[in-house]
């Protein structure tokens, strides 16, 4: 897993606001910091369901899959370049497009669904069953109040 240090400093490098050598300065740290926690948690809003937990401290994991991470560095220098003055160049822009659709791959699983009772099986089962439908999972409720469809008292 990588750490929140390993991620803002290798956010700031993609907008070529920090070199590999140079330190950051602490409240350099704790800003992308607040900027990180404020993207992940905007993208959970938004559906994106990752795992990611708040983090507070430099040496904090990053609780995401793997997967994700060049996506998190990539949009994180996007989100953090105006405070910094930084460069965002095409190849970040497409790196941060292509990450945050892993991003949703990962964090957006497609659900199962099950076939209701109502819908016929068709042509083209010639297996011997006298199922002509897919078997109920559940009751439906028909009516509002009865439980059955009928018509309505102004009906003739």
């Known amino acids: 897993m990588a750490t929140v240090a390993q991620i803002v400093k290798a956010s700031l490098q993609r907008i070529l606001v920090q070199a590999s050598e140079a330190d950051l300065e602490p409240d350099e740290y704790q800003d992308a910091m607040f900027a990180m926690n404020n993207l992940m948690l905007a993208l959970d809003a938004d559906g994106v369901h990752l795992g990611y937990t708040e983090v507070s401290d430099l040496g904090d994991d990053v609780t995401i899959p793997v997967g994700a991470l060049r996506g998190l560095i990539a949009l994180l220098a ?13 190849g970040l822009a497409i790196a941060a497009a292509d990450g945050l659709k892993i991003m949703r791959k990962l964090g957006c699983p497609i659900p199962t669904s099950s076939l209701p009772g109502t819908l016929p099986t068709g042509t083209g089962n010639d297996y011997d069953s006298s199922e002509r439908f897919y078997p109920d999972e559940e009751v439906a ?4 109040h ?11």
Request: negative net charge.
């Open 78 to 90: 996007i989100e953090i370049s105006p405070d910094y003055n930084g460069t965002v160049s095409e």
């Open 141 to 144: 409720i028909l009516g509002e």
């Open 146 to 156: 009865s439980g059955h469809i009928g018509l309505e008292e102004s009906t003739p």
